[in-house]
Nanobody, 114 residues
């Protein structure tokens, strides 16, 4: 099993920046990819960005050029740097780890005010 603990998030004005982090523990050697998803009110959860064990990354169109996902393998931690935030980026951000199963963090709220 894999446990995920998120930190970061909060309230920021449009145009501002926030950073999220997610520390993984447990069976980390089985992780194939880690990433961030978000869920806005009354909307489905969507992929924001993920990073695979080989280092390749994948971003949602809506965040390309503004968000950067990175990882520290020594700390089993993945980061999401969010710049030029927009009100539509508001939502609960969930950390995800993919093994043969999907693991989820509890989520952290990001609120971007206009």
């Amino acid at each position: 099993q894999v446990q995920l603990v998120e930190s970061g998030g909060g309230l920021v004005q449009a145009g501002g920046s926030l950073s999220l982090s997610c520390a993984a523990s447990g069976n980390v050697f089985s992780i194939k990819a880690m990433g961030w998803y978000r869920q806005a009110p009354a909307k489905q959860r969507e992929l924001v960005a993920n990073i695979f064990s080989g280092g390749s990354t994948n971003y949602a169109h809506s965040v390309q050029g503004r968000f950067t996902i990175s990882r520290d393998n020594a700390k089993n931690t993945v980061y999401l740097q969010m710049n030029s935030l927009k009100p539509e980026d508001t939502g609960v951000y969930y950390c995800n780890a993919l093994t043969s199963m999907n693991y989820w963090g509890k989520g952290t709220l990001v609120t971007v005010s206009s």
